[in-house]
């Protein structure tokens, strides 16, 4: 089965520690855009590059450099953990628009642990989007929250397994720094 999982985010480079194997370049994209409240929210979106080509790029970046990247959402095999697979870098000026797109389907996985939660701008349901299968290789385990009020009545009718699509943004938890999606969208 073929699952949409595309991504567009814009910001600026963040330079991460390397890893240990050098099989990826690891970075965050710092993406900054007015808040609820008028203040300014800082996500730091981790990203990692597999490609030699791409490697060289962003190393070559100075910290802060503009930049718009594209790619796919996957899940850490060892941590689980959201990270954005670089497919393609674009150096952007200074006076650049800010992009946040993330557009997924797959099968619903419920949440057992921590299924909601609270933030500084409300209440949320998480549940995660499944895509590939165990005879493919993996699975992944994309994280979404659902703070909408509709939109957490639409995912209470949804069950494990069912087919889900959902439109979005993808965000950095402001407490633990973890990456997620905040839903906008599901069909």
């Known amino acids: ?27 965050s994209i710092r993406h900054e855009n007015l808040w609820t409240d008028g203040t300014t929210r800082k996500d730091f979106l981790t990203a990692r590059a597999f490609s030699k080509e791409l490697c060289e790029k962003l190393k070559a970046l100075n910290e802060n450099t503009p930049v718009k990247v594209t790619g796919v959402l996957k899940s850490s095999k ?24 993330v557009r997924l389907s797959g099968n619903v996985h419920l949440v057992k642990a921590q299924a909601e939660g609270e933030t500084g701008t409300g209440k949320y349901m998480r ?42 943004t993808l965000r950095s938890s402001r407490g633990s720094g973890v990456n997620y999606v905040r839903c906008s969208e599901i069909e």
């Not at 963040?14 to 370049?25: A, G, I, P, T, V």
């Not at 060892?78 to 797109?101: H, I, P, T």
Request: proline share 2%.
């Open 1 to 27: 089965m073929n699952y949409e999982n595309s991504v567009t985010v814009s910001g600026l480079v963040h330079h991460l520690s390397r890893n240990k194997n050098d099989s990826y370049f690891p970075f």
């Open 78 to 101: 060892g941590s689980g953990e959201l990270y954005l697979a670089v497919d393609e870098v674009e150096v952007l000026d200074e006076k650049f628009e800010l992009e946040n797109s």
């Open 127 to 168: 549940f995660a989007i499944r895509q590939g299968d165990e005879n493919s290789g993996g699975r992944d385990f994309i994280v979404v929250r659902v703070y909408d009020e509709e939109l957490r009545k639409i995912l209470a009718e949804k069950n494990s397994d069912d087919p889900v699509k959902i439109k979005g």
